[in-house]
């Protein structure tokens, strides 16, 4: 065989780059309820994953996000979409661990120090036990997708300060506040300890909180899975953060 024809068939059989693999894992902030979801875990064409899929047409796209899931939940059943070939993986996760939906309840219809000893119950879980759960968690990530790149985003303070129309105390929106900038502090120490991104949206957020003239999250609202989640203006908000970060 001569050499030029050598070059040619080695160039022929020199394989294909490994096909980009996105899948996105995590809770209702993932799955993009509040944002025109449907089905048992409220996915959503509007929702972050979806709309990063869309623009940027990965090869693959598993988006296996589900209302109400915890660390554990996406332990025991989300991680499965993950693959050696996996290139993109991102992840939303921790509210439903210190008991979001039952902390924003208690804030909805209780009293100033009803919510806030909510809040601070809360808190107790974040300091104690969220670490280690997310540690366990971020670990079973880089091992089942070895070469992904592995982003875990945040969740932003739900309300804005000065007069609200919604009717919530300054003191309940407060405590609700500091318990989103604890949960944020836990979620990024646990990211820089795995070795993976933390994108902190709490920022992009920023005026756009429930009481603000532009608000990105619902309050009370129907259908009542819907309140308090982020609505497709936050979805978008969401969206560019993770460009941003993966830039």
């Not at 405590?175 to 944020?184: E, F, K, M, P």
Request: glycine share 10%; aromatic share 6%.
């Amino acid at each position: 065989m001569g050499i030029a024809a050598a070059l040619v068939l080695s160039l022929v059989m020199v394989p294909a780059p490994v096909a980009s693999e996105y899948v996105a894992l995590g809770d209702s902030y993932a799955a993009g309820v509040g944002s025109g979801s449907s089905g048992e875990c409220g996915r959503s064409a509007s929702a972050h994953p979806s709309l990063w899929n869309a623009e940027h047409s990965p090869a693959a796209f598993r988006f296996v996000a589900c209302t109400g899931a915890t660390t554990q939940d996406v332990l025991d059943g989300q991680v499965a979409s993950l693959s050696s070939t996996t290139t993109l993986v991102t992840l939303t996760v921790g509210g439903n661990d210190i008991g979001f939906t039952e902390v924003m309840t208690t804030c909805t219809l209780s009293s100033d120090e009803g919510c806030e000893a909510a809040v601070a119950q809360a808190g107790e879980v974040i300091r104690t036990e969220l670490p280690g759960r997310l540690e366990r968690l971020l670990a079973e990530v880089r091992a089942r997708a070895p070469i992904a790149q592995v982003v875990l985003l945040g969740y932003p303070r739900l309300f804005e300060s000065g007069d609200c129309v919604s009717g919530t105390s300054a003191a309940k929106r407060a405590a609700v506040n500091s318990g989103a900038d604890s949960l944020a502090a836990t979620t990024a120490a646990a990211a820089q300890a795995a070795g993976v991104a933390f994108v902190d949206v709490r920022e992009a957020f920023t005026g756009h909180g429930i009481c603000g003239a532009d608000p990105w999250l619902h309050s009370i609202t129907l259908p009542v899975r819907d309140s308090y989640h982020p609505n497709r203006n936050g979805q978008t908000g969401y969206l560019r953060a993770l460009e941003a970060e993966l830039r």
